[in-house]
């Protein structure tokens, strides 16, 4: 009879369903997972707008562009750094002002040397239509003051004319242009009158975890320049990323131009490097 029953219990035992559900996971792992998630989101987020001229976003870059082999004997050497403060302002619920001004700081090759110092400060100002599609565009003026602390380091001529910016954004994708032109109508008599263009292409391909790679080169014209050394026209590019130091995002990137087009004694390369801090509101 007692070998009855346990036979009778061990077969109903065997037909009991077994749980095939995993343990539960541990809370703490799953939330740094969610917080790990969102951080990559909103750092790829971020990398877009600070690529975007004329996004809704307060930056101040530095952006240090080096070209050596300046000169009859290829011997010296620019530096130059550009201190651009971008700052946005909402005009109403349909349009914002973004305001962009260059403060450059030289070292400018002369017949005597080097020369240190600021040069000529060039505020533009983009009234820019608030949308959700892929462009985004920004038009206004542009100015150049006579700031320069020596003759070498500036135009020494009062300066504007319109500027422009149209941007492309999607998915990693973010490509668009800034072009401007200025002319001269005061300053010194002395000095020749200004007629200037500048044409900067960019784009940028992003990459997980905040790199990405760029190509963004300064394309200059000087009318009132002679026909051989009117252009400077760069090609190349670079790697960036956009990183935190505590909860300061910083983007930052390095590119390296060859000046395919150029005046004669200027050099055939220029190194950049950029570091930019953010301000997301």
Known sequence: MTRFLSALICANLLQLPISAEPAPAEPQAVQEAVQEAVQEAQTE????????????LVSVPFQYNLTPGIGPNEDQTQSLLNIQ??????????????????????????????????GDLNPSFFFVP???????FGFGPTLVLPT???S??????WSAGPAAVAV???????????????WSFAGNSDRS?????????????????GWYLVTSPIITANWRATSGDQWILPVGGG????????KQPINASLQAYANVVKPDLFGDVTIRAQIQFLFPK
């Open 168 to 182: 492309y954004s999607k998915g990693p994708w973010v490509a668009g242009a800034l072009v401007n032109n200025v």
């Open 85 to 118: 403060p971008v700052v946005p302002f909402s005009l109403s619920p349909d349009l914002t002002l973004v305001t962009r001004t260059i403060l450059p700081v030289l070292s400018q090759p002369t017949a005597t040397g080097n020369q240190n110092g600021i």
């Open 193 to 209: 009158s200004v007629s200037a263009f500048l044409l900067q292409p960019f784009i940028n391909y992003n990459l997980p975890h």
């Open 130 to 136: 608030k949308g959700r599609g892929a462009w985004t």
């Open 239 to 246: 790697v960036g990323r956009l990183f935190r130091i505590g």
């Open 148 to 150: 320069a602390s020596d």
């Open 45 to 56: 987020a971020l990398a877009t707008e600070a690529q975007n001229p004329i996004s809704n």
């Open 152 to 157: 070498s380091l500036g135009r020494g001529k």
